[in-house]
């Protein structure tokens, strides 16, 4: 029982975090939407979240939270459909990417890396988290953004 209370407050802890912050709604989502995009291309993560956030003036609380929210974990899930999106984008037979990739990933070399083809492997893979990435932060930044409209004038933003 006081595992589930401590997992209780951690979530009500996040969700005051997020939306008591003294910003728009527009920056608070733009800054979800950017955390998600980089937490879910491998090797970005919270840094770049922060970054992004920076540059493109978001929120950096919130660019901070969608990238540990999303940051590994979704981008493990989404392999597969990175290497379809970047195939299918690329016009290359995912099957064979995704072969490649694997047997890269199995047997990992810094030579083996080297010698495969950027345009074979690589290339889709990241052309599919970018896919994947800008569709999944425009989502997550639609979202954030009904969210705070509906519930943030009554609720998220008292002082």
Do not use: C
């Amino acid at each position: 029982m006081p595992r589930e209370s401590a997992f209780k407050k951690f979530i009500s802890a996040i969700i005051n975090k997020l939306f008591k912050i003294n910003d728009s709604p527009q920056r608070i989502a733009l800054g979800v939407g950017l955390g998600v995009f980089s937490g879910l291309i491998p090797g970005m993560g919270p840094v770049a979240s922060l970054f992004l956030a920076f540059i493109f003036r978001a929120n950096r609380a919130a660019a901070l939270l969608g990238s540990l929210l999303t940051n590994t974990w979704i981008s493990l899930v989404t392999f597969i459909l990175a290497i379809k999106a970047g195939s299918l984008v690329l016009g290359l037979h995912w099957q064979d990417v995704e072969q490649k990739m694997q047997g890269l990933l199995h047997d990992f070399s810094w030579a083996k890396f080297f010698k495969l083809s950027f345009m074979d492997v690589l290339l889709p893979v990241l052309t599919g988290y970018l896919i994947i990435g800008l569709l999944l932060a425009a989502a997550s930044y639609l979202a954030t953004l009904a969210i705070i409209k509906k519930w943030g004038q009554n609720y998220f933003f008292k002082k």
